[in-house]
């Protein structure tokens, strides 16, 4: 893709695969759910999106367009709710030099070691994404601590959602969102990243409100990786008068363009790939004084570099392609 830094490889580490089976997991916790058959009604009337079909292979092909049509080589595509994981499976089938296939795991849910196995081992998953705020744990509890050490066995990458939690969906849906800030300082994983060293910790969004918190986390575990992605409107919510610019400028200052994942948080469609996202932080980065091999590190080179660790194909078994 052409750039103000000349031809990058753009790689986008956070995006989310809105499935059709998405939507059917997500509405069960309404207090009155739509029938099956009465569902993509329901949908049509609460939310102004392209409603996917029922087969997630044909909305991986979409994907595979979309990513053609804006330069990008790869992107990072996250089943979006617990027990969405096959349907990201089929994504990274119809194209797995394109998807790196990531998935959302509640681990106080009984089955969530076997879950997260199967999805490293059998179906050939690169990251599990943890939201705390959501599911009201502490990274630090242990219970969690066989499903790092799993993680880590597989060479996986641990994504974890701390700070200011908003999911548009589920407002539109009407879905309660309890999401508790109790469990959303990145301080949280200070003790678990120094016992994991060999596992990459993603904090999206430059934490999300706790920009402080991320920054003294990642000078001290250098396995702690931040995400540059979405608006990152949680700077007008903070008493400092914080820019794009100067987060940018401060993280490269803290923990350098090695440890800086680009991602956009594209989501849903007609929407698509949110390029204004991409252009924008490609904008800032040239304002500073960032070489063109940072720049290639920031924007692509350091996730591939991660997910590199577990080769081409996913882990060592069995990737789950057909």
Same mark, same amino acid.
């Given at each position: 893709?052409?750039?103000?830094?000349?031809?990058?490889?753009?790689?986008?580490a956070?995006?989310?695969?809105?499935?059709?089976?998405f939507?059917?997991?997500?509405?069960?916790g309404l207090?009155?759910?739509?029938?099956a058959d009465?569902?993509?009604d329901f949908?049509r009337k609460?939310?102004? /999106?392209?409603?996917?079909?029922? &087969?997630?292979q044909?909305? *991986?092909? %979409?994907?595979?367009?979309e #990513?053609?049509?804006h +330069?990008v080589?790869?992107?990072v595509?996250?089943?979006?709710?617990?027990g969405?994981?096959?349907?990201?499976?089929?994504?990274?089938?119809?194209?797995?030099?394109?998807v790196i296939p990531?998935f959302? /795991?509640?681990?106080?849910?009984? &089955?969530?070691?076997?879950? *997260?196995? %199967?999805?490293f081992e059998d #179906?050939?998953?690169? +990251?599990?994404?943890?939201?705390?705020?959501?599911?009201?744990?502490?990274?630090?509890e242990?219970?969690?601590e066989?499903?790092?050490a799993d993680?880590?066995?597989?060479?996986?990458?641990?994504?974890?959602?701390?700070?200011?939690?908003?999911?548009?969906?589920?407002?539109?849906?009407g879905?309660?969102s309890p999401f508790?800030?109790?469990f959303?300082?990145?301080?949280?994983l200070?003790?678990?990243?120094?016992?994991?060293?060999?596992?990459?910790?993603?904090?999206?969004?430059?934490?999300c409100?706790f920009?402080?918190?991320?920054?003294?986390?990642?000078?001290?575990?250098?396995?702690?990786?931040a995400?540059?992605?979405?608006s990152?409107?949680?700077?007008?919510?903070?008493p400092?008068?914080?820019?794009?610019?100067?987060v940018f400028a401060r993280?490269?200052?803290?923990?350098g363009?090695?440890r800086?994942l680009?991602?956009?948080?594209s989501?849903?469609?007609?929407r698509?790939?949110?390029?204004?996202?991409?252009?924008?932080?490609?904008?800032v980065?040239?304002k500073?004084?960032?070489?063109?091999?940072?720049a290639?590190?920031?924007?692509?080179?350091?996730?591939?570099?991660?997910?590199?660790?577990?080769?081409?194909s996913?882990t060592?078994?069995?990737t789950?392609?057909e």
């Amino acid at each position: 893709m052409d750039t103000p830094f000349g031809d990058l490889r753009i790689v986008d580490a956070h995006a989310h695969f809105f499935s059709h089976h998405f939507f059917e997991l997500i509405v069960k916790g309404l207090p009155d759910p739509p029938a099956a058959d009465a569902l993509d009604d329901f949908l049509r009337k609460k939310l102004d /999106l392209d409603l996917p079909s029922e &087969d997630p292979q044909e909305l *991986a092909s %979409r994907w595979v367009v979309e #990513l053609d049509r804006h +330069g990008v080589a790869r992107t990072v595509l996250i089943a979006s709710v617990p027990g969405d994981e096959d349907s990201v499976a089929a994504a990274y089938r119809v194209a797995p030099e394109r998807v790196i296939p990531y998935f959302m /795991l509640n681990p106080k849910a009984p &089955d969530a070691r076997a879950r *997260a196995r %199967r999805a490293f081992e059998d #179906l050939g998953f690169r +990251g599990v994404c943890l939201f705390p705020a959501m599911h009201h744990f502490h990274v630090w509890e242990s219970d969690l601590e066989p499903i790092f050490a799993d993680v880590a066995e597989r060479s996986g990458i641990v994504f974890v959602h701390f700070g200011l939690l908003k999911v548009g969906i589920r407002d539109q849906l009407g879905l309660q969102s309890p999401f508790d800030l109790r469990f959303a300082n990145p301080l949280d994983l200070a003790v678990v990243a120094r016992r994991h060293q060999t596992v990459p910790f993603v904090i999206p969004h430059f934490g999300c409100g706790f920009f402080r918190e991320l920054l003294l986390l990642a000078s001290q575990c250098p396995n702690v990786y931040a995400d540059t992605s979405s608006s990152n409107t949680w700077m007008e919510k903070l008493p400092e008068r914080l820019t794009l610019e100067k987060v940018f400028a401060r993280t490269l200052e803290v923990i350098g363009p090695e440890r800086i994942l680009y991602g956009s948080d594209s989501s849903f469609f007609p929407r698509g790939f949110v390029k204004d996202h991409l252009l924008g932080q490609l904008d800032v980065v040239a304002k500073l004084s960032v070489s063109r091999d940072q720049a290639a590190l920031i924007f692509g080179g350091n996730l591939e570099r991660l997910v590199g660790r577990m080769g081409e194909s996913g882990t060592a078994g069995n990737t789950g392609r057909e």
